[in-house]
């Protein structure tokens, strides 16, 4: 119950309807108008206020905040899909800072990582090559970053990378088919642990965004149609 009503007053203040400044109405005047115990909204407006969506002071009244402001990449998986509809603005800004970020990351664990990577990253490619199905596919790709991540030795940059990941396995069935020829380029891959291994950053940034470009052009031009669909 506490994630409907959070999910409710989320939907309130990124669709405008609660602007940043405006008081909530009391926790019992939500749970009369929500039809929800009050626990239930004091746990949600919790939870809300852990996020920075909300202001709460104790006797004092519970304020929205301005989420572009304030919020957190933690918020990302809730503003990606919505009323079980996705997003389509929040998946393109994902795929956009997923392009800009692959590269960098590749380059500072090309830096960091060296040969020992490199065999790491080999054992998950042969995994990856090993299976035709596009939704092991990747879960491999998946582990083939995280190791990159890992090696690039960034919080700033893991944490982003869970907060990515976080918002996008949900979707893995559905963008199987998208995804298809990024995660089926066992060779692209190839190259770019190879660049790794190699400690050359320039090369594995160029190799990195090699892998990351084609299936992030195509997910961005369908979304363009979706967005322009009546």
Avoid: K
Wanted: charged residues 25%; proline residues 6%; hydrophobic residues 50%.
């Amino acid at each position: 119950m506490p994630d409907e009503v959070f999910d409710q007053v989320l939907s309130g203040v990124v669709d405008g309807e609660l602007a940043p400044g405006e008081a909530l109405p009391s926790e019992r005047r939500l749970a009369e108008v929500l039809g929800v115990s009050r626990p239930a909204v004091r746990e949600a407006l919790q939870r809300m206020a852990q996020t920075r969506l909300l202001d709460v002071r104790h006797g004092g009244a519970t304020t929205v905040r301005d989420f572009r402001r304030h919020a957190g990449l933690d918020l990302l998986p809730r503003l990606l899909v919505r009323g079980g509809t996705l997003v389509p603005d929040v998946a393109r800004s994902i795929l956009e800072a997923r392009l800009a970020v692959g590269p960098a990351v590749a380059a500072l664990a090309a830096e960091r990582g060296g040969p020992t990577l490199a065999a790491a990253l080999t054992e998950t490619l042969d995994a990856l090559a090993a299976t035709d199905d596009d939704v092991e596919r990747q879960l491999h790709a998946l582990a083939f970053w995280d190791q990159v991540v890992d090696a690039a030795d960034s919080m700033v940059f893991r944490l982003m990378f869970n907060s990515l990941r976080a918002a996008y396995e949900p979707a893995l069935d559905a963008l199987a088919p998208l995804m298809a020829a990024e995660v089926g380029q066992v060779d692209a891959y190839r190259l770019l642990t190879s660049a790794l291994g190699s400690g050359d950053p320039e090369t594995a940034r160029a190799a990195a965004d090699r892998v990351l470009r084609p299936a992030t052009t195509q997910l961005l031009s369908a979304l363009e149609r979706l967005e322009e669909a009546p």
